[in-house]
DNA sequence: CAAAACAAGACAAATTTAAACCTATTTATC
DNA sequence: GATAAATAGGTTTAAATTTGTCTTGTTTTG
C-alpha cells in the first residue's frame, strides 16, 4: 500500500550517494550501481529523469557522470518523486482531471485531494539533508 | 505516484455509500456496483476485504448484502486501505523486514520510515465521515 | 426446494514495472 | 583523427501486479 517505485528507490540512493560526495565530483552510473548494487541500465533511466527535473547535471564523454545540480538542502524526497514518477495522484479522478465514473454520488473528492496535498507536504519538508543527518 | 489502487477506490466508495444508509440497512453487492458503476465481480472482492477486516458485517442468504461493523466515525481512510491493499510499505526494505542489497550503505532509512507513519497518520485521521461531509 | 446472496479459489486478461538491448552522440586522451 | 568511456534515448522483452471473470460451494429466506 502506498509504496514508491524501484526505480524511485535507486534514483533516491543514487542522490544521497551524490549528496555524500564533494559538490562538484562527477560519478559515473557505472560506479553509482556498483557501489549501491542493481542494475545499471535501470539507475540510468532513473538519472536521465533526475537530470530532466534538474535534480541532476550530467557531464558528457569520456570522464563524465553526473552530480547533483543543487545543495541537498535544496532537493526533497517530493522533488524525487515528480521527477521519476510524475505528479502524486492519490486517486483516478485526480490524474484524469476529475473523471470518474462516479462523480454524481461521489462527495469525497474533497477531502481525499486535501489528504493528497497534504501527503505531497510531507514529502516536500523532508530534504536530502535530512535523510544523510539521520541514522 | 502514491497512488491507491482501484480496488481500494471500489472499496472506499462502498463504506461511503454505506454509511449514507440507516446504519442497520443491508445492501447487496449487487445494489452498490450498480449505484456506483463498477465490476459487481471485483467489489465482492473488496467487500470481503473490509469484512475480513472487520470494516464490514455480511449477511448471507436471500435478503443478505453487507452493512457498516462500526460508526462511520470510527472508521478510517488508513483502516480501508490496510484491509485491501495490507500494511502501508512505503520502501521494499519497510516490507521486507529491512532486507535491502543496500543496507551497508544505506543511511536514510530512519527518516524515511518516520515518513511512512506519517502519511499512514494523515490517513488515520481522515475518518468516513468527514468524508462524509465535505463537498 | 428454489432463488438470492455471500465465500472463496482458480483462472485469464490487461496493465504496469523492471530490465535489457541497441544505436547514437559527446568528449577526453593518446 | 582514432579510440574508448560515458551519457541519450528509443525499442523491446520479461516479470510482476492488478483487475476482472468464472466456477463451485454455502447460507438462508420464502
Known amino acids: 500500500m502506498l509504496k514508491v517505485s524501484r526505480k524511485f528507490e535507486y534514483g533516491l540512493h543514487a542522490v544521497v550517494f551524490l549528496a555524500r560526495k564533494e559538490p562538484e565530483a562527477v560519478v559515473t552510473v557505472k560506479e553509482m550501481s556498483l557501489e549501491i548494487g542493481f542494475s545499471q541500465e535501470f539507475l540510468a533511466k532513473a538519472m536521465q529523469n533526475l537530470k530532466r527535473a534538474g535534480i541532476a547535471v550530467s557531464v558528457q564523454g569520456v570522464n563524465g557522470g553526473y552530480r547533483l545540480a543543487k545543495s541537498p538542502d535544496d532537493i526533497t524526497v517530493s522533488d524525487i518523486g515528480r521527477a521519476i514518477e510524475g505528479e502524486p495522484h492519490l486517486m483516478r479522478c485526480s490524474?484524469?482531471?476529475?473523471?470518474?465514473?462516479?462523480?454524481?454520488?461521489?462527495?469525497?473528492?474533497?477531502?481525499?485531494?486535501?489528504?493528497?496535498?497534504?501527503i505531497d507536504s510531507l514529502l516536500a519538508d523532508t530534504t536530502v539533508t535530512s535523510l544523510l543527518l539521520s541514522r
Open 95 to 118: 490524474a484524469e482531471n476529475g473523471k470518474c465514473e462516479i462523480q454524481a454520488t461521489c462527495t469525497h473528492r474533497p477531502y481525499m485531494f486535501m489528504l493528497e496535498r497534504r
